[in-house]
């Protein structure tokens, strides 16, 4: 009983790190960055905080979930880091949190199905369990996907405004941090990222492997188009604002193409509701009358 009260605690514990995780999103070094950044670029106090306290209590957990990940050979993924950085979770305990989430949820489940759950306890059991196992794995998938998708739709409006501030006399640089200042409400990914590169670029790392860093980040190949775009502006040195606006515009294009391609899709997309649920209901209300009439007229036939 003892065991099962303990893995119960926890169990409780890592699901309140993780939301603290979600709230937070922000690793201690990106903060501390932020704070030697300037003043208006700063995280608001109240982030801060939240974030200070999420990494507290992640160093405390991963202290407990590393050495059981170490004894039931979960070893350390690259990839997993990785992915988690694409979803926009960069504290180094990410990890260690999706680690043990996913280690002890068949813990969770056995207290659900030996305490809560009276009828079928072994099926249950094993359904939490596996869905605590590969849940997590869907959600990350979809978390990037989604942060993802946020971004590409967020970039021309990006570049409009860096378009506007470098024709009203700012460089890139503070044109940068001005946009991703203005981004926070409408677009909080893209403004995190541009700050990313700003706070690269002032700790001493050159702009354009700030911006490969940028695109190395995000995966998009939209976003590497773009760094693409200013590697070669640089380089032959055409005016930045002018390239910018042409690649904000071909973006706009490439956009409205886009919904035009999934508007024409929808008629295939119906297709299928119709043959399968709508046509069936049609032929039956159609028909259902005349083959009851013919039904009653054969029987009076043949007697």
């Not at 009276?118 to 249950?124: A, G, L, S």
């Not at 190395?216 to 606006?245: C, H, W, Y």
């Not at 008629?267 to 009358?289: D, G």
Request: with cysteine.
């Amino acid at each position: 009983m003892s065991v099962f009260i303990i893995a119960g605690i926890i169990t409780f514990a890592l699901g309140v790190t993780l939301v603290i995780l979600l709230i937070s999103g922000r690793s201690p070094a990106a903060a501390r960055l932020a704070k030697l950044a300037a003043s208006d670029i700063a995280e608001p106090q109240a982030r801060g905080n939240i974030a200070e306290l999420g990494s507290r209590t992640m160093s405390s957990i991963s202290s407990v979930v590393g050495p059981v990940r170490r004894a039931v050979g979960f070893s350390e993924n690259k990839d997993l880091a990785q992915r988690l950085a694409l979803a926009g979770y960069r504290n180094p305990q990410a990890a260690e949190a999706f680690y043990g989430v996913k280690l002890f949820a068949p813990v969770l489940a056995a207290l659900l199905a030996g305490f809560v759950i009276k009828q079928d306890p072994f099926f249950w059991f094993v359904a939490i369990a596996a869905a605590g196992f590969f849940l997590p794995d869907l959600w990350l998938t979809t978390a990037i996907g989604r942060r993802r998708e946020r971004i590409r739709l967020a970039l021309p409006d990006a570049l409009d405004l860096l378009v506007i501030c470098m024709e009203a006399g700012l460089g890139m640089d503070q044109a940068l941090i001005r946009v991703g200042n203005e981004l926070k409400i409408a677009h909080p990914d893209l403004s995190d990222e541009f700050l990313i590169v700003n706070m690269e670029q002032r700790t001493g790392k050159p702009r354009i492997d700030a911006w490969r860093s940028l695109a190395d980040r995000t995966k998009l190949e939209i976003v590497r188009s773009f760094v693409n775009m200013l590697v070669q502006t640089e380089r032959f040195g055409t005016p930045l604002s002018r390239a910018l606006s042409a690649f904000a515009d071909s973006l706009r294009v490439k956009r409205r193409q886009r919904a035009e391609e999934m508007a024409a899709k929808t008629t295939i997309k119906l297709l299928f509701p119709l043959v399968l649920f709508i046509f069936p209901s049609m032929f039956i209300v159609l028909l259902a009358p005349a083959i009851i009439s013919i039904t009653r007229s054969m029987e009076k036939f043949f007697k």
